[in-house]
C-alpha cells in the first residue's frame, strides 16, 4: 500500500509543479462590484465626481459606468474610464478616497494632478485575489441610500463600526453570478 501512495503523490507533485499561478493581468479593464446585505454585486457608477454604486435599472443619466485600469505611474492607483457608448462627463479620472471627516468619507474621482487631488487619497488601492483593498490600516467600505431606491453613496471608514443609516459592504472584482429575479 505504502508503495502505491508514493508514486500518487509524486505525480500529484508534478501536475502541481506543471500549473503555477498565473500573475494578475494589469492590462485588462475590471469594474468594481459592491456586496453587502441586499447588495448583491451592484457596479460602481460616477456621478458628479463620487462614486455611487446602484442597481442599473435604477440609473440616471447623470450616472456614468466605469471601469478600472492600472496606473502607467502604480499598480495602487487605478485609473476610471467611462464604460459607455453615451456622452460621458469625464475620460479618465483617479479613484480616491476623500479625507474630509473622521467617521464617513466619500469614495470618489479625482483629476490625475497634485492640486486635484489634495485631500485626497490615490495610491491606495490592490486587488486580493477578486477583493479590493486598500493599503491603509482598518478601512471599512459602507453604502449609504441616496434617497433613489436601488441607488447608493460609497463611504469609507476607519472606524470598525458602522455608521447611522450605512450598510458594510465588501468590494469585489467579480460580478455576480446571476441576475436578480426579485426586481
Same mark, same amino acid.
Given at each position: 500500500?505504502?508503495?502505491?501512495?508514493?508514486?500518487?503523490?509524486?505525480?500529484?507533485?508534478?501536475?502541481?509543479?506543471?500549473?503555477?499561478?498565473?500573475?494578475?493581468?494589469?492590462?485588462?479593464?475590471?469594474?468594481?462590484?459592491?456586496?453587502?446585505?441586499?447588495?448583491?454585486?451592484?457596479?460602481?457608477?460616477?456621478?458628479?465626481?463620487?462614486?455611487?454604486?446602484?442597481?442599473?435599472?435604477?440609473?440616471?443619466?447623470?450616472?456614468?459606468?466605469?471601469?478600472?485600469?492600472?496606473?502607467?505611474?502604480?499598480?495602487?492607483?487605478?485609473?476610471?474610464?467611462?464604460?459607455?457608448?453615451? !456622452? =460621458?462627463?469625464?475620460?479618465? +479620472?483617479?479613484?480616491? @478616497?476623500?479625507?474630509? $471627516?473622521?467617521?464617513?468619507?466619500? %469614495? #470618489?474621482?479625482?483629476?490625475?494632478?497634485?492640486?486635484?487631488?489634495?485631500?485626497?487619497?490615490?495610491?491606495?488601492?490592490?486587488?486580493?485575489?477578486?477583493?479590493?483593498?486598500?493599503?491603509?490600516?482598518?478601512?471599512?467600505?459602507?453604502?449609504?441610500?441616496?434617497?433613489?431606491?436601488?441607488?447608493?453613496?460609497?463611504?469609507?471608514?476607519? !472606524? =470598525?463600526?458602522?455608521?447611522? +443609516?450605512?450598510?458594510? @459592504?465588501?468590494?469585489? $472584482?467579480?460580478?455576480?453570478?446571476? %441576475? #436578480?429575479?426579485?426586481?
Amino acid at each position: 500500500m505504502r508503495s502505491l501512495l508514493l508514486p500518487l503523490f509524486l505525480a500529484f507533485g508534478i501536475v502541481c509543479a506543471a500549473n503555477p499561478l498565473k500573475a494578475r493581468d494589469t492590462t485588462a479593464p475590471f469594474k468594481i462590484y459592491a456586496y453587502g446585505k441586499g447588495i448583491s454585486g451592484l457596479p460602481v457608477f460616477y456621478k458628479n465626481g463620487v462614486a455611487e454604486i446602484a442597481d442599473t435599472a435604477k440609473i440616471d443619466t447623470s450616472m456614468t459606468t466605469v471601469q478600472f485600469a492600472y496606473s502607467t505611474d502604480s499598480s495602487n492607483t487605478w485609473i476610471a474610464s467611462p464604460d459607455s457608448t453615451r !456622452s =460621458a462627463p469625464f475620460s479618465a +479620472d483617479v479613484l480616491c @478616497l476623500n479625507q474630509d $471627516t473622521a467617521s464617513a468619507n466619500p %469614495v #470618489s474621482f479625482s483629476g490625475s494632478s497634485d492640486v486635484q487631488r489634495s485631500n485626497k487619497l490615490s495610491n491606495v488601492w490592490s486587488l486580493y485575489g477578486s477583493y479590493v483593498m486598500v493599503t491603509l490600516d482598518k478601512v471599512n467600505f459602507y453604502a449609504k441610500p441616496t434617497g433613489t431606491e436601488g441607488v447608493y453613496s460609497l463611504l469609507w471608514s476607519t !472606524s =470598525a463600526e458602522a455608521m447611522t +443609516d450605512t450598510i458594510p @459592504l465588501t468590494l469585489r $472584482t467579480t460580478a455576480p453570478a446571476t %441576475v #436578480s429575479v426579485l426586481s
